[in-house]
């Protein structure tokens, strides 16, 4: 017998036990004696050749008797094709979520290992495809289906994920995102992304907070939503506060701030669970939604007429100035078209009066009083990041995994921030630095004016000439 082998084990296509000899030969498994030891044909026995080496192992796997008259050349490119595949398929079979395994890492990891002439990794992508998918948990295809309990809802450092479910909701929340909840609660954003939610369900919803000493944004929850009724958003904000306050020891957590879009469910529910919470509505959508109405009912009149569009740019970033001289100067822009027969105009001014001071309460879309946080890009921003992550819809499991694996990296990056291991950048002066330092500049302005006991139709032409300075900004 040969001194010195090496064996190596593998599996053939079929998922029968191979063993390989010194990374040269591969053997199938044959069949078993009586003395319970293995009988293992040279992978040629059946091919053109018709090899009659062959091996005998015990159960230890340690060899009784080896023929090694083979009668073809070795294929040291076909033995590591094989140690690859099963290596590549015992790491997939080892990890308890297969979704977290990064296949070409390990690729290049047991490449290095194996020390042969190793196959191109494209050469076996759909074989760890294959097998990668038989690990995959079934998938889940309506809101019954979800299960009460899973590997899946627990946090890479073991602790509970999942912290609510019924046939409308699910919700997703560590202890760390309540604890973000708890002490970061001065402004809170919330808002869905449409284009990862599930086949079965309407949108993922996500909160998330603003930690000022780091001038950082963190996610506090995710949630998978069935649909947008008012209802659902009341049981999701019920949850988040209920699991906040178990953690506090029952003392009330409640925003002072709740940013979101011009979405009245989520308001009204927001308002109903925490009423002392200050509703802000994204500028960016009620300039979004002006936008579209100007470009339906006088696009023409604001392109062509100067004066028009100042009118229109004005209406535009009321939100800035004092709530208290937003209608009379609404009146004195109405009065002026009516004199110009602006008619197209009008129209625009019209539904602005009838939605954003008739319908809406002009306190949740203004920000005279704060302009460090005027749209809900916090939001919006990991919306794109997470729609970027997907070229398709996810499946149930899949979107799991990534959501557990985003409050890790979030958990990593505020545990080294909260240490002073990473420096925390200075934010770069932006528009609403901008906008802020000229509204404090027309309020000291205001507060003479005011002192000077001059005529109320003179601090309504400064809140105006503002609204023409802020043009030059925004």
């Avoid at 450092?157 to 760390?176: A, D, T, Y």
């Avoid at 869905?192 to 998330?208: D, E, M, N, W």
């Avoid at 009724?229 to 019920?238: G, P, R």
């Avoid at 209920?242 to 506090?248: D, E, L, V």
Wanted: positive net charge; charged residues 30%.
């Amino acid at each position: 017998m040969e001194e010195n082998l090496i064996i190596d084990i593998s599996e053939s296509n079929k998922g029968k036990e191979q063993i390989i000899i010194n990374k040269k030969y591969k053997f199938n498994f044959s069949y078993k004696r009586k003395d319970n030891s293995k009988v293992y044909k040279c992978t040629e026995y059946k091919k053109i050749n018709k090899c009659k080496s062959f091996i005998i192992l015990n159960d230890k796997k340690e060899i009784l008797k080896y023929n090694s008259s083979h009668n073809h050349p070795e294929n040291e490119y076909d033995v590591s094709l094989s140690i690859m595949k099963h290596k590549i398929k015992d790491g997939i079979e080892k990890s308890s979520i297969p979704f977290g395994i990064k296949i070409k890492p390990l690729y290049n990891k047991i490449s290095k290992e194996i020390g042969l002439i190793c196959p191109e990794y494209n050469s076996i992508k759909s074989q760890i495809s294959r097998n990668l998918n038989k690990k995959l948990p079934s998938n889940v295809t309506t809101f019954a289906e979800i299960p009460s309990e899973s590997e899946y809802y627990k946090t890479k450092r073991g602790e509970n994920f999942m912290i609510f479910k019924n046939s409308n909701l699910i919700i997703f929340q560590s202890p760390f995102q309540a604890k973000l909840f708890r002490e970061y609660n001065d402004d809170i954003f919330v808002d869905g992304t449409f284009f990862i939610a599930l086949k079965f369900s309407y949108q993922v919803f996500i909160t998330r907070t603003y930690a000022k000493e780091l001038d950082s944004f963190y996610t506090t929850s995710f949630a998978i939503l069935k649909n947008k009724e008012q209802e659902t958003y009341k049981m999701l904000f019920e949850k988040l506060k209920k699991n906040a306050n178990t953690c506090n020891n029952n003392i009330r957590i409640e925003p002072k701030n709740l940013h979101c879009d011009f979405e009245r469910a989520i308001s009204k529910a927001a308002k109903t669970i925490f009423p002392n919470t200050n509703i802000k509505y994204c500028i960016w959508h009620y300039k979004k939604s002006l936008e579209i109405k100007k470009n339906k009912l006088c696009y023409n009149e604001v392109k062509n007429n100067n004066n028009i569009f100042i009118y229109y740019k004005a209406i535009s970033n009321l939100p800035f100035i004092n709530p208290e001289y937003i209608f009379d100067i609404y009146v004195i822009i109405k009065i002026k078209s009516i004199k110009n027969n602006y008619c197209q105009f009008l129209k625009f001014l019209e539904y602005f009066y009838k939605t954003y001071l008739i319908d809406y309460d002009m306190k949740i879309w203004n920000y005279y009083n704060n302009i460090e946080h005027i749209t809900n890009n916090a939001s919006e921003s990991l919306n794109n990041y997470l729609n970027n992550l997907f070229p398709t819809k996810p499946s149930f499991y899949e979107l799991i995994d990534k959501l557990n694996e985003l409050e890790h990296l979030s958990y990593y990056d505020y545990q080294r921030k909260i240490r002073g291991i990473w420096k925390i950048k200075k934010r770069a002066i932006n528009k609403a630095n901008e906008i802020s330092v000229l509204i404090e500049r027309f309020k000291s302005i205001e507060a003479k004016l005011i002192d000077a006991k001059c005529d109320r139709n003179k601090i309504i032409n400064l809140w105006f000439d503002c609204l023409t300075n802020l043009n030059n900004i925004i």
